[in-house]
């Protein structure tokens, strides 16, 4: 939760009745501080009601560890991770429940369409998890967010994981178990604007399950350098045989060589941004700090004051 002041009455209206249905539960916000009221809306709310339940992270950690944080707290033998925008239908989450009753770990929501999204995002979208799919070094769904419902044995293993990218969806991807999707229409905001930077929050995530579950990256630079080497030599070759053999001289003027320069200048820049992705991801796990830091629960006991390393 973050500025989700006008969403957070809406979203108890819709979903409490429908967790009601299933039997006992627990709905636990975790907020990124706000400077609007979105955090003492959900204290009214859950003076009234103990199984609403907030932890507040002591600073801004932004959404996927206040992901991380709600589901390494959260007691139930199911657990249920889903944004608080109604874009999310919870009117599935009974579906999702029967679905992961019949004998599967995680049940995640499939996109079949998405209402209120801007057509660069969806192409955006679209390509990256294309790119994913192709590199990844495991299955990792495509048109799927974070709304999924998974099993108490997902959740600890999770736990155990010692990456703070949060990355959930690949996270959830490489502790394996059986899986299984249900497809679904995503409705725009019920109330207010994303929080989201609409240019380079796709890329960051994007870049999340490239570099986090991939080293394709590494090889394509390699066998990218051999090739301009190899076309360098065979340029080179050409050169020498023309002036020796054939008696003229390679017309070699300064925009030929401006160009060649800024290629290759581009290219060493490029490969350098891969290498700082991979090396920045080692950093963050050597200093090892936390995913996040809960500053105060309400209604909850924290089971983890602290999360995995993390990743900025």
């Not at 992270?57 to 033998?77: D, E, H, K, V, Y």
């Not at 925008?85 to 029967?98: F, M, S, T, W």
């Not at 290759?264 to 941004?273: F, I, N, R, V």
């Amino acid at each position: 939760m973050y500025k989700e002041e006008d969403c957070v009455t809406l979203f108890l209206a819709r979903t409490i009745p429908v967790l009601k249905q299933i039997g006992s539960y627990e709905i636990i916000f975790c907020l990124d501080p706000s400077p609007d009221r979105t955090e003492q809306i959900i204290r009214a709310e859950a003076e009234g009601n103990p199984d609403i339940k907030l932890i507040r992270l002591s600073r801004r950690f932004g959404q996927p560890s206040a992901t991380m944080a709600g589901i390494l707290n959260a007691t139930g033998r199911s657990i249920v991770v889903i944004d608080a925008d109604l874009q999310d239908p919870p009117e599935l989450i009974p579906d999702l429940y029967r679905k992961l009753c019949e004998g599967v770990d995680v049940v995640f929501a499939k996109r079949r369409s998405r209402l209120g999204t801007t057509w660069s995002r969806k192409l955006v979208s679209i390509l990256g998890y294309r790119l994913i799919a192709s590199i990844a070094d495991v299955d990792i769904p495509r048109n799927t967010g974070d709304f999924r419902i998974m099993s108490r044995r997902v959740v600890e293993d999770l736990r155990h994981l010692p990456e703070g990218h949060g990355f959930l969806r690949g996270l959830v991807a490489f502790v394996g178990y059986q899986q299984a999707a249900l497809e679904f229409d995503r409705a725009d905001r019920a109330a207010g604007r994303s929080k989201y930077n609409r240019i380079t929050g796709p890329f960051r995530i994007a870049f999340n399950g490239v570099f986090g579950f991939s080293t394709v990256p590494l090889s394509v630079l390699l066998w990218l350098g051999l090739l301009i080497c190899a076309a360098s030599f065979a340029l080179i070759v050409g050169v020498v045989v023309k002036k020796l053999i054939i008696g003229e001289a390679y017309p070699l003027g300064i925009p030929t060589i401006m160009v060649l320069v800024l290629f290759l200048g581009g290219m060493q820049l490029a490969a350098l941004g891969v290498i700082g992705e991979y090396i920045g991801r080692i950093y963050n796990d050597v200093r090892r700090r936390p995913l996040y830091n809960i500053d105060e629960a309400v209604n909850l006991v924290p089971r983890a004051q602290f999360g995995p390393i993390a990743h900025d």
